[in-house]
Nanobody
Framework: VQLQASGGGLVQAGGSLRLSCEAS????????VGWFRQAPGKEREWVGC????????YYAKSVKGRFTISRDTAKNTVYLQMGSLEPEDTAVYYC?????????????????WGQGTLVTVSS
């Protein structure tokens, strides 16, 4: 059971980036998937999630309206589309998934965590 997060990079403020979270060993459409981020010197924080099976999405206030989470069942991948990026969005982004949960809204032990992908937003 593994998650692979990818898609990070350097982008200018106001730009967009799409992160991917690909699973192996289990079906992401049968799991809740959450996105988190950890900026330098700060604690890991919840960004948003997509619910198990019915694909409702929830977001932190800081990213609502700018970020969108979606799921591609055929590719067994969940995406985090990030727009109107700000320097404050600079962080290592992680995905987490768990078949036992309907939503993922807090930092804790889950079935699987991805290794993280760095997003840097320049001003």
């Amino acid at each position: 059971v593994q998650l692979q997060a990818s898609g990070g990079g350097l982008v200018q403020a106001g730009g967009s980036l799409r992160l991917s979270c690909e699973a192996s060993g289990f079906r992401l459409d049968d799991a809740a998937v959450g996105w988190f981020r950890q900026a330098p010197g700060k604690e890991r924080e919840w960004v948003g999630c997509i619910t198990k099976s019915d694909d409702y999405t929830y977001y932190a206030k800081s990213v609502k309206g700018r970020f969108t989470i979606s799921r591609d069942t055929a590719k067994n991948t969940v995406y985090l589309q990030m727009g109107s990026l700000e320097p404050e969005d600079t962080a290592v982004y992680y995905c987490a998934a768990d078949e036992s949960y309907y939503t993922i809204v807090e930092v804790k032990e889950y079935q699987s965590w991805g290794q993280g992908t760095l997003v840097t937003v320049s001003s």
